[in-house]
């Protein structure tokens, strides 16, 4: 053999090896991508038929025969209304879901359980082709924290989006200048699903705020209040450095 | 669920249904539905009302959930003992704000946020 196919080949048989190792990979990563969302659904249908002993307690955590209190569980026992479920959970669209909210969901609750488990979005993308188009949006989700002046100074690129710190819709319908809601002070650059989840936060009902949303708690109030609250929505994201 | 029938149930039956509709939050924020999430806030209130109405105030019922499997349950079984449970309250509040899982995280950190300022009295 001349020493050109020895090397052809040493290369061919490693490119095979590598392309192998690389492959076994991406399939252990899938499966823990597939294990993950199959308990976090399961997490979804879970009926707690037996209490546990609280945190801060000896047994914490643990099955219990009595409540928090030693009551008997035959008293004070919890438990969902109704039959325990009996169906598989359900599994991540293969195909791209016909509503916006049902995709968000899926795409959501698939970043989130990505990141924890440290998988690339792309990965995903293999698995679940109808996400490919969102790639770019579900790896930004798990970008570290940044700066206040990192995250005013950037500059947007696929999967970010441009937020306004003082909601815009709701500063115009109040009569609040373009110069000052669209001020530089007032922009920052942040992970796209992000935006989308501090969107959901202005709009849900929470104890924070009386239960009421965020939004109908701000509206009338002047600009230094809407920032306040604006920057609390940004940190509890955990989109900028503590 | 009128107000009628919350009155008429027992304390477990009522902690049953705290369960269910704070299980039902979690789907719903989690498919981010607010509407559906915002009107079962409207049921939780409802029922939590009812527990506090309760001769020696039954919200202490909710206590065992503090540790349920489900975080929107634990979330808000957590919003509800504050002021009966404070030490495992906070406690499961500060897991849920640690676990950095939206939106949980969100609300049990705007919480605890609220209580550090004094914006907040736990009742």
């Given at each position: 053999?001349l020493?050109e196919?020895?090397?052809l080949?040493?290369?061919?048989?490693?490119r095979?090896?590598?392309?192998?190792?690389l492959?076994l990979?991406?399939?252990?990563?899938?499966?823990r991508?597939?294990?993950a969302m199959?308990?976090?659904m399961?997490?979804l249908?879970?009926n707690?038929d037996?209490p546990?002993v609280?945190r801060?307690n000896?047994?914490?955590?643990?099955?219990?025969e009595?409540d928090?209190?030693?009551?008997?569980?035959?008293?004070?026992?919890?438990r969902?209304?109704g039959?325990a479920?009996t169906?598989?959970?359900?599994?991540?669209?293969?195909?791209?879901?016909?509503?916006?909210?049902?995709r968000?969901?899926?795409l959501?609750?698939t970043?989130?359980?990505?990141?924890?488990?440290?998988?690339?979005?792309?990965e995903?993308?293999k698995?679940y082709?109808?996400?490919?188009?969102y790639?770019?949006?579900m790896?930004?989700?798990?970008?570290?924290?940044?700066?206040?002046d990192?995250?005013q100074?950037?500059?947007?690129?696929p999967?970010?989006?441009?937020?306004h710190i003082?909601?815009q819709g709701?500063?115009?319908?109040?009569g609040?200048?373009?110069e000052a809601?669209?001020?530089p002070?007032n922009l920052?650059?942040i992970?796209?699903?992000?935006?989308?989840e501090?969107?959901?936060?202005?709009q849900?009902?929470?104890?924070?705020f009386g239960?009421?949303t965020p939004?109908?708690y701000?509206e009338?109030?002047?600009?230094?209040?809407?920032r306040?609250?604006?920057l609390e929505a940004?940190?509890i994201?955990?989109?900028?450095?503590? | 669920?009128?107000?009628?029938?919350?009155?008429d149930?027992p304390?477990?039956?009522l902690?049953?249904?705290f369960?269910e509709?704070?299980s039902?939050?979690y789907?719903a924020?989690?498919f981010?539905?607010?509407t559906?999430?915002n009107?079962?806030?409207?049921?939780m209130?409802?029922?939590?009302d009812?527990?506090?109405?309760?001769?020696?105030d039954?919200?202490s019922a909710?206590?065992?959930?503090?540790?349920?499997?489900n975080?929107q349950?634990r979330l808000?079984?957590?919003?509800?003992?504050?002021?009966?449970?404070?030490v495992a309250?906070?406690q499961t509040?500060?897991?849920l704000?640690d676990a950095?899982?939206?939106p949980q995280?969100?609300y049990?950190?705007g919480?605890?946020?609220?209580l550090q300022?004094?914006?907040?009295k736990?009742?």
């Amino acid at each position: 053999m001349l020493a050109e196919d020895f090397e052809l080949q040493r290369a061919l048989a490693l490119r095979a090896v590598t392309g192998g190792l690389l492959r076994l990979r991406w399939l252990a990563a899938v499966t823990r991508f597939e294990l993950a969302m199959h308990r976090h659904m399961r997490a979804l249908k879970y009926n707690p038929d037996q209490p546990r002993v609280p945190r801060g307690n000896p047994d914490g955590g643990q099955w219990t025969e009595t409540d928090a209190n030693g009551n008997p569980v035959a008293q004070r026992r919890v438990r969902l209304a109704g039959d325990a479920p009996t169906n598989d959970p359900p599994e991540v669209p293969k195909e791209r879901p016909k509503t916006s909210s049902e995709r968000v969901g899926w795409l959501k609750a698939t970043a989130r359980t990505a990141a924890e488990q440290g998988i690339a979005a792309v990965e995903v993308a293999k698995l679940y082709p109808w996400m490919a188009y969102y790639a770019a949006g579900m790896q930004s989700y798990s970008d570290p924290p940044r700066s206040l002046d990192e995250l005013q100074s950037a500059t947007p690129g696929p999967g970010y989006d441009i937020h306004h710190i003082v909601e815009q819709g709701q500063a115009e319908d109040e009569g609040y200048p373009r110069e000052a809601i669209d001020s530089p002070d007032n922009l920052v650059v942040i992970p796209r699903m992000k935006h989308w989840e501090i969107n959901q936060w202005y709009q849900t009902r929470s104890p924070e705020f009386g239960w009421q949303t965020p939004r109908d708690y701000l509206e009338g109030r002047n600009w230094a209040v809407k920032r306040s609250v604006g920057l609390e929505a940004l940190k509890i994201v955990g989109v900028p450095k503590p | 669920m009128s107000p009628q029938l919350l009155k008429d149930m027992p304390v477990v039956e009522l902690v049953n249904q705290f369960t269910e509709i704070t299980s039902r939050q979690y789907d719903a924020a989690l498919f981010g539905n607010i509407t559906k999430y915002n009107s079962l806030v409207d049921q939780m209130l409802a029922v939590a009302d009812e527990l506090k109405s309760r001769p020696g105030d039954q919200r202490s019922a909710l206590v065992p959930l503090l540790v349920h499997p489900n975080r929107q349950v634990r979330l808000m079984a957590a919003e509800f003992t504050l002021g009966l449970a404070p030490v495992a309250s906070r406690q499961t509040l500060q897991e849920l704000s640690d676990a950095k899982v939206y939106p949980q995280s969100a609300y049990a950190m705007g919480t605890l946020r609220a209580l550090q300022r004094g914006d907040r009295k736990p009742t």
